[in-house]
T-cell receptor, first 115, second 113 residues
Framework: SAVISQKPSRDICQRGTSLTIQCQVD?????MFWYRQQPGQSLTLIAT?????????ESGFVIDKFPISRPNLTFSTLTVSNMSPEDSSIYLC????????????FGSGTRLTVV | QKEVEQNSGPLSVPEGAIASLNCTYS??????FFWYRQYSGKSPELIMF????GDKEDGRFTAQLNKASQYVSLLIRDSQPSDSATYLC?????????????FGQGTILTVHP
């Protein structure tokens, strides 16, 4: 199944700044998904990114705050814009597996702290 | 009602015991169900999936599905301290395998020697 390399693994950022998270997949995949996991919480889907089209955002998430790029079938970025301490979370990219019942496989995550 | 709900933890079991983790889901049309394990500071790892009613066994893990009751569970036999982690139930809502994969809140399992 696909292997996802995600970076950075962690970062500490000043409020009001932006951070771009990158995910590289070792094979071509149609859909990539971005999740947020707030401290002690479960995973919440931010958006679904298809190559060549606008990302589809879940309720509560907007493009201005979380712009996503998907320039090709192996790469995607998520930007967390104009950050506040409430954005401190783990951000995870994922894609479907070819095996494992077509569940999702995840990158290693980006632990973001906003100060 | 939450779309995917897990029994509240944390759950603590002695080494060698059976750990039982439970999950209910709201969408009766859901077809695909997954269990993930997440160690502290790590990303979730897929450990089991199940589509059909009944039991599915893989080593020490057994997933159980009852669609009529909208209930899925994970049993871990002969629990080991290395099984200590957060277990997440996930469901493709919407009756397809291409819908949004929605996660429960997770159950923290601790296996003590």
């Amino acid at each position: 199944s696909a292997v996802i390399s995600q970076k950075p693994s962690r970062d500490i950022c000043q409020r009001g700044t932006s951070l771009t998270i990158q995910c590289q997949v070792d094979s071509q995949v149609t859909m990539m998904f971005w999740y947020r996991q707030q401290p002690g919480q479960s995973l919440t889907l931010i958006a679904t990114a298809n190559q060549g089209s606008e990302a589809t955002y879940e309720s509560g998430f907007v493009i201005d705050k979380f712009p996503i790029s998907r320039p090709n079938l192996t790469f995607s970025t998520l930007t967390v814009s104009n950050m506040s301490p409430e954005d401190s979370s783990i951000y995870l990219c994922s894609t479907r597996t070819d095996s494992g019942g077509y569940g999702y496989t995840f990158g290693s995550g980006t632990r973001l702290t906003v100060v | 009602q939450k779309e995917v709900e897990q029994n509240s933890g944390p759950l603590s079991v002695p080494e060698g015991a059976i750990a039982s983790l439970n999950c209910t889901y709201s969408d009766r049309g859901s077809q695909s169900f997954f269990w993930y394990r997440q160690y502290s500071g790590k990303s979730p790892e897929l450990i089991m999936f199940i589509y059909s009613n009944g039991d599915k066994e893989d080593g020490r893990f057994t997933a159980q599905l009852n669609k009529a009751s909208q209930y899925v569970s994970l049993l871990i036999r002969d629990s080991q301290p290395s099984d200590s982690a957060t277990y997440l139930c996930a469901v493709f809502l919407g009756g397809t395998s291409y819908g949004k994969l929605t996660f429960g809140q997770g159950t923290i399992l601790t296996v003590h020697p």
